[in-house]
C-alpha cells in the first residue's frame, strides 16, 4: 500500500486527474443550478456577475478553453525541458524529484481542469435556433473567467517555481531533505520501545525456512511492522534478509524463519510485506539516499560540467544528513512482542559502510579539483567531529590518508599538495582530539 501511494505521489497523472474531475463536478454542478435559476425566473445578477449572452458566452469560453489547452501544453513542454536538463547535468535519478514536485503537478492540473471546465460549460450553451429555448448558464461562465484570473496568476508561479526548481541549491536542498527523512526512519534517535539486544549464538535455527521473492524488481519499501505482527500471530520469529533498493530475481531470499512453523500463510504473508519497484527511491535506502548528492558531485567534476562548486555544495548537504546519521546510537536488531520473547530481526546498513561510500567516489572523482578535495575533506573533518563511535573516525581516518596518497600521486603543483595536506592533518587532528575527549 505504501509503495502505491510513493508511486501516486511521483507520478504527473494523479493530481491532474483529480481536479479534472472536480472540474467537470463543478462545471454539472453550476449548470444544474443555472437551470434552476431560470425555472425560477430568480435574478440573482449583479456587480460581480453579468449576463453576456448566447454569442459572448460562447467566445468567452471557447477563448478560455483553447489558451489553457495551448498554455498546459507549452508548460508540458517546458517541464519535459527541465526534466532533460536535470538529467543530463544532474543525473537521471534525479528526475523522480521533478516528478515528485507538488507545485508542477498542481499547475498543470489547474491547466487542464480549467480547459474541461470551458468545455463542459459550452456544450450546455443552447440558442433558440437549436431548439426555440435558449439557455446561458450564466453563472458557470462568470466562474470561468475566475478560473481564467487564477491561471494567470497560476502561469506567473510556475514560471517562478520551474526557474527555481533547476538551481543547484534547491534540488540538492530537496535531495537532502529526502536523506534526513531516510536516516530520521531509518535509525531513528530512539530506538523503538520494543528494540531488544540479540546474541547469535543463543538464536534458536530450529526450522529454519527461506522466504522468496515471487517477482523481480528493487525493493522499494518493508512493511516491518505487519512482518512483526504476522510472526506473533504465527508464534515464530522472522529474519529480514534483505533491504531496502536490493534488487532481486525470482526465488532470491527475502526473508527467513528462524524460528517456529513457516507456514504458507505466513509465507504469503511476509512477501506481501515487500514493496517491489521498477526503481529504486531513498524513502528506505539509505544507499540511495546518499548516492544521490554524491552523483550531484560527480557529474559536477566530469570534464563536461567541469563546476566543483556544485559538487561543494553536494558535499555540504551531505553533511547534513551524514552528521545526524553517525550521531545516533546503535539500534539493537531483535524485536520483541508484548511477552518480550523475540519476533523479528532487522538489520540497517552500518555508518560506517556508508561514509566509505561517499569517501571512495570522491577520491576517485575530487582529485583534479582542489576546491573538491577541500570540500572532502571538511566533509569528512566534520562527519569525524560528529561521530558517536570510535570505527566511524577510524574508517574517515584511513579514507583521509588515502585521499592525501591519491593527491600526491595526481601530479598537482608542489604547493597545491602542501595545502592539501595541511587541511588534511588539520581534519586528522580534529578526528584525533574527539577520540581523546570520549
Known amino acids: 500500500m505504501r509503495n502505491k501511494m510513493l508511486q501516486i505521489r511521483e507520478s504527473f497523472w494523479f493530481i491532474p486527474a483529480v481536479l479534472g474531475v472536480l472540474a467537470i463536478l463543478l462545471a454539472q454542478s453550476l449548470i444544474s443550478l443555472d437551470h434552476t435559476i431560470e425555472e425560477r425566473q430568480l435574478h440573482t445578477f449583479g456587480y460581480f456577475f453579468y449576463e453576456v449572452g448566447v454569442s459572448g458566452s460562447r467566445s468567452i469560453l471557447g477563448a478560455i478553453g483553447g489558451s489553457m489547452l495551448a498554455v498546459a501544453a507549452t508548460s508540458f513542454s517546458i517541464t519535459i525541458s527541465v526534466l532533460a536538463t536535470a538529467s543530463s547535468t544532474y543525473g537521471p535519478r534525479l528526475v523522480r524529484n521533478f516528478m515528485a514536485d507538488?507545485?508542477?503537478?498542481?499547475?498543470?492540473?489547474?491547466?487542464s481542469a480549467t480547459f474541461l471546465y470551458s468545455l463542459t460549460v459550452l456544450r450546455s450553451i443552447r440558442?433558440?435556433?437549436?431548439?426555440?429555448?435558449?439557455?446561458?448558464?450564466?453563472?458557470?461562465?462568470?466562474?470561468?473567467?475566475i478560473l481564467a484570473v487564477i491561471c494567470v496568476a497560476v502561469l506567473v508561479y510556475f514560471i517562478h517555481h520551474i526557474a527555481d526548481s533547476i538551481q543547484v541549491s534547491t534540488l540538492s536542498a530537496r535531495v537532502r531533505s529526502e536523506l534526513v527523512s531516510c536516516v530520521d526512519e531509518m535509525y531513528p534517535a530512539s530506538p523503538p520501545a520494543n528494540a531488544i539486544a540479540v546474541d547469535r549464538s543463543d538464536l534458536a535455527l530450529s526450522g529454519e525456512a527461506v522466504i522468496s521473492a515471487d517477482a523481480s524488481g528493487f525493493i522499494v519499501t518493508i512493511d516491518e511492522q505487519s512482518i512483526l505482527r504476522h510472526a506473533v500471530h504465527h508464534s515464530c520469529t522472522v529474519e529480514i534478509t534483505a533491504a531496502g533498493g536490493k534488487h532481486?530475481?525470482?526465488g532470491d531470499e527475502l526473508a527467513r524463519v528462524r524460528s517456529g512453523e513457516a507456514t504458507a500463510e505466513l509465507i504469503a504473508a511476509v512477501r506481501k510485506c515487500f514493496s517491489l519497484g521498477d526503481a529504486r527511491n531513498p524513502h528506505q535506502d539509505i544507499d540511495f539516499a546518499v548516492q544521490q548528492l554524491t552523483e550531484m558531485a560527480v557529474r559536477a567534476l566530469s570534464p563536461s560540467t567541469n563546476d566543483p562548486y556544485t559538487a561543494k555544495n553536494a558535499l555540504a548537504e551531505l553533511a547534513v544528513g551524514l552528521v545526524p546519521l553517525v550521531q545516533r546510537n546503535a539500534i539493537p536488531e531483535g524485536r520483541a512482542d508484548e511477552q518480550g520473547t523475540l519476533r523479528l530481526l532487522v538489520h540497517r546498513t552500518a555508518p560506517a559502510t556508508v561514509v566509505d561510500t561517499v569517501f571512495d567516489a570522491m577520491r576517485i572523482y575530487a582529485v583534479p579539483s582542489p576546491v573538491a578535495?577541500?570540500?572532502?575533506?571538511d566533509l569528512a573533518r566534520r562527519v569525524g567531529a560528529a561521530a558517536l563511535y570510535q570505527q566511524i573516525r577510524d574508517a574517515l581516518l584511513r579514507q583521509l590518508t588515502l585521499l592525501g596518497e591519491a593527491y600526491s600521486s595526481s601530479g598537482a603543483r608542489p604547493e597545491d599538495i602542501e595545502a592539501?595536506?595541511?587541511?588534511?592533518?588539520a581534519a586528522r587532528q580534529v578526528l584525533e582530539s574527539s577520540r581523546t575527549s570520549q
Open 102 to 111: 507538488r507545485g508542477n503537478q498542481i499547475v498543470l492540473g489547474v491547466f
Open 420 to 425: 592539501r595536506s595541511v587541511e588534511i592533518n
Open 248 to 250: 532481486v530475481l525470482v
Open 127 to 145: 440558442s433558440q435556433s437549436s431548439d426555440n429555448v435558449a439557455f446561458v448558464p450564466d453563472i458557470a461562465v462568470n466562474v470561468a473567467v
Open 373 to 377: 578535495v577541500t570540500a572532502t575533506i
